[in-house]
């Protein structure tokens, strides 16, 4: 059975920066275009940023671009969020999730999802 685990996150003060991983197992990685969410309580899980599988073309969030970088190593099979300058406003839950469809910014969308990893910005 394939697995996406999230690790990474933390409390951190505004300003401050975080690395997320998404280890990724039992699953061919490089096939898959990959993405990160964002989960508050009462709202719907946001679309942060995707990636695609061949290109590795990026895409963000209107209130990420600039901030925060997705990105792949596909020989470690591990998908990476790097979030710098980070607000009150980016804490959250956040998943990381894989699609066999084309790269979308949909939750419903992707296929296979882990389990999470807190992140706090404290003003």
């Known amino acids: 059975q394939g697995q996406l685990a999230e690790s990474g996150g933390g409390l951190v003060r505004a300003g401050d920066s975080l690395r997320l991983s998404c280890a990724v197992s039992g699953r061919p990685f490089s096939t898959y275009n990959m993405g990160w969410f964002r989960h508050t309580p009462g709202k719907e899980r946001d679309f942060v940023a995707a990636?695609?599988?061949?290109?590795?073309?990026?895409f963000y969030a209107e209130s990420v671009k600039g901030r925060f970088t997705i990105s792949r190593d596909n020989a470690k099979t591990t998908l990476y969020l790097q979030m710098n300058s980070l607000k009150p406003e980016d804490t959250g839950v956040y998943y990381c999730a894989a699609t066999n469809r084309a790269t979308t910014r949909t939750p419903e969308n992707y296929d296979y999802w882990g389990r999470g990893t807190q992140v706090t910005v404290s003003s």
């Open positions: 990636i695609s599988e061949t290109t590795q073309a990026t």
